[in-house]
Every structure is written in structure tokens, then in C-alpha cells.
């Protein structure tokens, strides 16, 4: 049962918002950075949503790894592809821009596919592919990220948590929404265990000796400074799938780097020769189809649907009290939350009102009372 106090979305949002044009995002742009950071939280995936806020965007702003102004060059573009330069600025912003263009491509020629280079953070990768399915299309995208991961058989961080995510129309009240990274877990939930002061399960990070940790501020530390790595999924070695992981998470920081030729493995990690923060230089890349080029939208969302009730519907385990298909846990969220608002840990309201405070913002939060 949530025990932790909830702030309003409406207040969430204008909150969010207001600090990042008080750290100088252009106010469009900053309603956009704000809307998939509490996507996130709609969704009850905390490790992308408001507890990033101050680390992931606010931080690197303040220490120059990330520019507030997002300034977006088209590099190349055919008509059904785009190649565009983020020059260093907000990773949400070039992706929602993206987004936009390739969608209408797609309505012209059915097919689209963009690569950004030169970016950062573009936070959950869902609310991209997401863009496509509200518009009636399947919508695809990766991004390669900060090196974090050891390939099979290493245990030298050498890739990124690398998503690779889908989200495809349904006749039903929700998509299939595919979101997750190629890794057993990401930073960002290894950020929540630590700040809710909770262990990190074994078997999912492993040091330079190739040891299993389970102290999740230690593994945080350890991470930022290469002395140990996350897993892919399927864990170490080949014998539960481990290599199947790798090999996912390498495709993704192929189609991230090479599409647009830009920066890859080591060279993400954010930091110079002499260890000083430098600007991360991500690349994501997005694919659009539209199912009306095909067989019909119509006949899409329905076979699509049949395929998720068929699979909900199966025998169940043992003790299972349901199956799910995917993107329907991210659905029941936000029935729970959609009238309470975003749940808070103690440790973002503080963060929060030392926010509020530092940017002089007029609002007091319902846990203050």
C-alpha cells in the first residue's frame, strides 16, 4: 500500500516546469521535458520520472555537460529520413522534433527513420513510440547511453543500458508498449533502490572480479568511476541466455552511432582524458510505420488486440494470479494515479523544496502542510 504523499500533476507539471526556464529551457521547451518526465511517473516507472529531475537534467545543466537551449540542425534528410545534430541540448526536445517529422513522412510514405547525434537523456524511451501510436502508427527507438554494461564473459563496463523499445496500436483501452532496457536494470532503478535506502537483488551487477553487489550506493559510486558493471539481460554467461542480452544490446548501440556516425562505447562516458565532466554526445534512433500502407489500421489494432487477449487469456501458473501483455501494467498505474497525482520519498521533497527555494518559485507542495 503507498504510504508516501502524492503532489497533484497539475502542481507537478507547473513546478517542473518553472525550474527548468528558472535554468534557462525555453518555456516550450521546457513543457515538453516536463511532460515526458511525468510520463514516466504515470506510468509507475519511477527510475525515468520526476526522481531524475535533479540529478540527470538540472545537475548537468549546472556543470555544463548539458545545454538548456537545444539548438536542432537537419543534416540530412531524404523523404523518408532524417539525420539531425542536437548540438548538445536537451535530448527531449530533439526527439519530440523528431518525432514530429518523422510521423508526417510516415502518413506520405508509409515508412520513416531518423538517427540524433550529438544528444543527451531523452528520457523514457516509451513516450517516443508512444508519439506514433496516438497518431496510428507503430513506433520504434534505442538510444545507447553512459557505458555501464559488461558484454558476455567481461566485466568491463563497455556499453550503454541501451532500450530497445516498440509500442504498436490495439483495439483495446491501452497499446502494446514494449519499454525496457537490454540490461537485467538500468541506473535509474539502482538510483530509486538507493534513495529508498534498499539493496540492490544479486545477480544483476558484478565487479572487476566478476562478484556479485548488492549495496546499491556503493554500486552507484563503483559505476561512475568503471569498477562495475551491469549485466545484459540473461545474466552472466550463455547458459541462462546472457549472450541473447548482449547481442540486443549491442544492436542497439550500432543503429545509435553508426546511422549518424557518431560517438560510441567508452567515448559516452562523460568524462575527458583528465576525468573532467564533458558533454555525453548520445545518439538515439526512431522508426516509424504506418499499418495503414499495409492491410488497414483497423485490421492492425484488431489482430493486435486478439494476439494480447489470446495471450492474457492462456493457463496460468500456478499461484499466478493474472498474465499480462505488455504495456497494460503501465495502464492500471495510471488508473491508480490519474486522481491522487505523483507519490514523493522524503528524499525528493527535500530536493524539492530546495528547489522551490532556489528559483524563487511561489507554490508550497501538500506534504509541507
Not at 510516415?106 to 517516443?128: E, P
Not at 548520445?282 to 488497414?296: A, D, Q, R, S, T
Not at 492462456?314 to 488508473?335: C, D, F, H, N, V
Amino acid at each position: 500500500m503507498e504510504t508516501r504523499p502524492y503532489v497533484p500533476w497539475e502542481l507537478m507539471s507547473r513546478f517542473m516546469t518553472d525550474v527548468l526556464k528558472a535554468y534557462g529551457v525555453p518555456e516550450e521547451d521546457a513543457v515538453i521535458c516536463t511532460d515526458v518526465l511525468l510520463e514516466s511517473d504515470r506510468r509507475g516507472i519511477e527510475s525515468h520520472g520526476c526522481n531524475r529531475f535533479k540529478p540527470i537534467y538540472l545537475d548537468r545543466i549546472k556543470n555544463g555537460t548539458l545545454l538548456p537551449v537545444t539548438r536542432t540542425e537537419i543534416v540530412k534528410e531524404t523523404p523518408t529520413t532524417v539525420v539531425m545534430d542536437a548540438h548538445n541540448g536537451m535530448g527531449m526536445v530533439a526527439s519530440y522534433r523528431m518525432m514530429e517529422r518523422l510521423i508526417e513522412k510516415a502518413r506520405t510514405y508509409g515508412m520513416a527513420g531518423g538517427t540524433v547525434f550529438n544528444s543527451t537523456h531523452y528520457g523514457i524511451a516509451g513516450y517516443w513510440t508512444t508519439m506514433a501510436e496516438k497518431a496510428g502508427m507503430i513506433g520504434i527507438t534505442g538510444t545507447n547511453a553512459r557505458p555501464s554494461v559488461a558484454p558476455t564473459f567481461g566485466v568491463e563496463p563497455m556499453m550503454g543500458t541501451n532500450p530497445l523499445t516498440f509500442t504498436m496500436p490495439t483495439d483495446e483501452a491501452f497499446p502494446f508498449n514494449f519499454d525496457c532496457a537490454t540490461s537485467i536494470v538500468q541506473n535509474g532503478k539502482i538510483e530509486y533502490y538507493a534513495r529508498s535506502d534498499r539493496p540492490t537483488p544479486p545477480g544483476l551487477v558484478v565487479n572487476r572480479e566478476g562478484e556479485t553487489m548488492t549495496d546499491s550506493a556503493r554500486i552507484l559510486k563503483d559505476l561512475r568511476a568503471g569498477k562495475c558493471s551491469l549485466l545484459p539481460l540473461g545474466g552472466m554467461g550463455e547458459e541462462t541466455g546472457g549472450h541473447k542480452g548482449y547481442g540486443l544490446t549491442a544492436v542497439v548501440e550500432i543503429l545509435s552511432a553508426a546511422l549518424a556516425g557518431g560517438p560510441f562505447l567508452r567515448d559516452l562516458n562523460g568524462k575527458d582524458a583528465e576525468g573532467n565532466p564533458q558533454m555525453y554526445r548520445l545518439g538515439h534512433f526512431f522508426f516509424v510505420i504506418n499499418p495503414e500502407c499495409f492491410m488497414g489500421l483497423d485490421t492492425f489494432r484488431h489482430t493486435a488486440g486478439e494476439i494480447c487477449r489470446e495471450l492474457r487469456g492462456s493457463q496460468k501458473a500456478p499461484g499466478a494470479e493474472r498474465i499480462y501483455t505488455a504495456g497494460e501494467k503501465e495502464y492500471l498505474a495510471w488508473q491508480e494515479r490519474k486522481d491522487k497525482g505523483v507519490p514523493v520519498s522524503d528524499a525528493i521533497q527535500k530536493e524539492f523544496v530546495a528547489l522551490r527555494d532556489e528559483c524563487g518559485l511561489d507554490l508550497r507542495f501538500p506534504f509541507e502542510d
